[in-house]
């Protein structure tokens, strides 16, 4: 057998009850993959080693005693470092939350647990989540698999990159403006962001309530599936979670797209996008038409608002969230000052300057006189934009475009400009404020060998068709061996 590290979760389940493989052998190979490349990539900011054995020896005798809990059954996984673990530290990557240790788990936490996941650790992310490159951490920057010299994307970063590499076997992000499908693009791996309130977000350290949604990353789209089946479903702890039967992920995957009507975003798939990027998702979409798909062009011009609605609506929801950081109640806080004066220090120390940008622009956005112009106005982009993605649904079964404007850039190459590097979103932001699934998908190498993603958008709960369309996108991909070209230089 070839390294299990590079395995897929579906190949690795096969073996594990074949009896070829254990889970044990199978999370020390994700482990040692881990330690031959964390001094490169910084992927991790945790990695629980003695925790993940002790659930993988538990994973094999139960599954030795006939209690076998699914797909996932032993399969080392890495979770975004702003889900909460009972008994693990959670910093949300700031300062402020540094050696906070939650007393209970996330939703998600706790329904990978009944589904046998392993947990190898917890991954490195754009302080709370706001960034698009995973340099905003307060404890470093994650590397690119593929370059070392480039970003992983953000804010997921951290998982995307373990996914890429190895050292995860699957990963789980929070996607509030792209932050599953960005880095999912830039390392080469699938990032599923679901419906809002498909998964629950209790547990999940909040940026911005309305728009933030928990999904996975994988090396392939069966991968993928069987990550969301086991996190997906209604939860009496999140008052957004959908109520009602999960949708049936997998009954179409196989059935292809012909007799499909595909849907390319112009306003997504043309101004700044780099050419080669351009070229890709053109080589995509002639696969899909030639696969069957009726593909035509679509036009939703208030996509041209959605970055600038984001970035008013995110920072509202953040300042007020991101509020009870204030010294008091767990965390960091600032010593010898009176109460007001503690507070203001310790928010001063512990929030980084991403953070604290979003906080101002927030506050001011919700401040008396402008309420109205700013935030009110923005949420009316909001509605047009739903009502513009919703009338298309209509016509179409899936939209497409580019997942990122570009492939991975190097790092440092946008710090010094908010805007360039809050414009790698501008294609994933309008499902965040609609509600809707979208996927991203690998589908080849620009020339400098880095990867380009693929984005496919569906209606709200259209997971079933979005998957379909997206195992087509794969299995027509032309795409060197993603887990090999990932692990080179890290590896060698």
Same mark, same amino acid.
């Given at each position: 057998?070839?390294?299990?590290?590079?395995l897929?979760?579906?190949?690795?389940?096969?073996?594990?009850?074949? !009896?070829?493989?254990t889970?044990?052998?199978?999370?020390?190979?994700?482990?040692?993959?881990?330690?031959?490349?964390?001094?490169?990539?910084?992927?991790?900011?945790?990695?629980?080693?003695?925790?993940?054995?002790?659930?993988?020896?538990?994973?094999?005798?139960?599954?030795?005693?006939?209690?076998?809990? !699914?797909?996932?059954?032993?399969?080392?996984?890495?979770?975004?470092?702003?889900?909460?673990?009972?008994?693990?530290?959670?910093?949300?990557?700031?300062?402020?939350?540094?050696?906070?240790?939650?007393?209970?788990?996330?939703?998600?936490?706790?329904?990978?647990?009944?589904?046998?996941?392993?947990?190898?650790?917890?991954?490195?992310?754009?302080?709370?989540?706001?960034?698009?490159?995973?340099?905003?951490?307060?404890?470093?920057?994650?590397?690119?698999?593929?370059?070392?010299?480039?970003?992983?994307?953000?804010?997921?970063?951290g998982?995307?990159?373990?996914?890429?590499?190895?050292?995860?076997?699957?990963?789980?992000?929070?996607?509030?403006?792209?932050?599953?499908?960005?880095?999912?693009?830039?390392?080469?791996?699938?990032?599923?962001?679901?419906?809002?309130?498909?998964?629950?977000?209790?547990?999940?350290?909040?940026?911005?309530?309305?728009?933030?949604?928990?999904?996975?990353?994988?090396?392939?789209?069966?991968?993928?599936?069987?990550?969301?089946?086991?996190?997906?479903?209604?939860?009496?702890h999140?008052?957004?979670?959908?109520?009602?039967?999960?949708?049936?992920?997998?009954?179409?995957?196989?059935?292809?797209?012909?007799?499909?009507?595909?849907?390319?975003?112009?306003?997504?798939?043309?101004?700044?996008?780099?050419?080669?990027?351009?070229?890709?998702?053109?080589?995509?979409?002639?696969?899909?038409?030639?696969?069957?798909?009726?593909?035509?062009?679509?036009?939703? &011009?208030?996509?041209?608002?959605?970055?600038?609605?984001?970035?008013?609506?995110?920072?509202?929801?953040?300042?007020?969230?991101?509020?009870?950081?204030? !010294?008091?109640?767990? !965390?960091?806080?600032?010593e010898?000052?009176?109460?007001?004066?503690?507070?203001?220090?310790?928010?001063?120390?512990?929030?980084?300057?991403?953070?604290?940008?979003?906080?101002?622009l927030?506050?001011y956005?919700?401040?008396?006189?402008?309420?109205?112009?700013?935030?009110?106005?923005?949420?009316?982009?909001?509605?047009?934009?739903?009502?513009?993605?919703?009338?298309?649904?209509?016509?179409?079964?899936?939209?497409?475009?580019?997942?990122?404007?570009?492939?991975?850039f190097?790092?440092?190459?946008?710090?010094?400009?908010?805007?360039?590097?809050?414009?790698?979103?501008?294609c994933?932001?309008?499902?965040?404020?609609?509600?809707?699934?979208?996927?991203?998908?690998?589908?080849?190498?620009?020339?400098?060998?880095?990867?380009?993603?693929?984005?496919?958008?569906a &209606?709200?709960?259209?997971?079933?068709?979005?998957?379909?369309?997206?195992?087509?996108?794969?299995?027509?991909?032309?795409?060197?061996?993603?887990?090999?070209?990932?692990t080179?230089?890290?590896?060698?």
């Amino acid at each position: 057998m070839s390294d299990p590290a590079d395995l897929t979760i579906s190949e690795a389940g096969a073996a594990m009850r074949a !009896g070829a493989l254990t889970s044990v052998d199978l999370t020390e190979a994700v482990l040692q993959r881990a330690r031959v490349t964390e001094s490169e990539l910084h992927a991790f900011l945790t990695l629980d080693q003695a925790g993940a054995k002790s659930a993988a020896e538990a994973a094999d005798a139960s599954l030795a005693a006939g209690d076998d809990a !699914g797909p996932l059954h032993g399969i080392p996984i890495a979770l975004k470092d702003n889900m909460c673990t009972k008994g693990i530290e959670t910093t949300a990557a700031s300062q402020i939350l540094s050696g906070w240790v939650p007393p209970y788990n996330a939703t998600v936490v706790d329904r990978l647990a009944a589904a046998g996941a392993v947990v190898v650790g917890k991954t490195n992310l754009d302080e709370f989540a706001m960034g698009s490159s995973t340099e905003n951490s307060a404890y470093g920057t994650t590397r690119n698999p593929w370059d070392t010299d480039t970003v992983p994307g953000g804010s997921s970063g951290g998982s995307a990159a373990a996914v890429a590499a190895g050292s995860a076997m699957g990963g789980f992000g929070s996607d509030t403006g792209g932050s599953i499908r960005q880095p999912a693009a830039l390392c080469g791996v699938v990032g599923l962001k679901p419906t809002y309130g498909l998964v629950s977000r209790y547990g999940l350290i909040a940026f911005a309530s309305s728009l933030d949604q928990i999904g996975p990353f994988a090396r392939s789209v069966d991968d993928a599936v069987v990550l969301l089946e086991a996190i997906a479903g209604f939860d009496i702890h999140d008052a957004t979670s959908i109520r009602g039967e999960v949708p049936n992920f997998r009954g179409s995957l196989n059935e292809g797209v012909a007799g499909l009507k595909i849907g390319i975003v112009t306003e997504l798939s043309t101004t700044g996008i780099d050419p080669e990027v351009k070229a890709a998702v053109s080589r995509t979409v002639d696969r899909l038409s030639d696969a069957g798909a009726d593909v035509v062009d679509v036009s939703l &011009p208030s996509c041209e608002y959605g970055l600038s609605a984001y970035y008013l609506i995110a920072p509202a929801e953040c300042s007020a969230n991101l509020a009870r950081f204030d !010294g008091v109640r767990f !965390g960091h806080r600032a010593e010898g000052l009176t109460t007001e004066d503690m507070m203001a220090a310790t928010r001063a120390e512990g929030f980084g300057p991403e953070v604290i940008r979003r906080i101002l622009l927030g506050t001011y956005a919700l401040s008396a006189g402008y309420y109205d112009a700013f935030y009110g106005q923005a949420q009316r982009v909001r509605t047009l934009i739903r009502r513009q993605f919703s009338a298309a649904y209509e016509d179409v079964d899936i939209l497409v475009s580019p997942t990122s404007p570009t492939t991975a850039f190097p790092i440092g190459d946008r710090t010094a400009d908010p805007i360039a590097m809050y414009y790698a979103d501008v294609c994933t932001i309008p499902v965040n404020l609609t509600g809707d699934p979208g996927i991203s998908v690998p589908v080849g190498l620009d020339s400098k060998g880095l990867p380009i993603g693929f984005q496919l958008m569906a &209606p709200a709960l259209g997971e079933e068709r979005l998957l379909q369309v997206a195992k087509v996108v794969e299995d027509q991909a032309v795409f060197t061996d993603r887990a090999a070209l990932a692990t080179s230089e890290v590896a060698s």
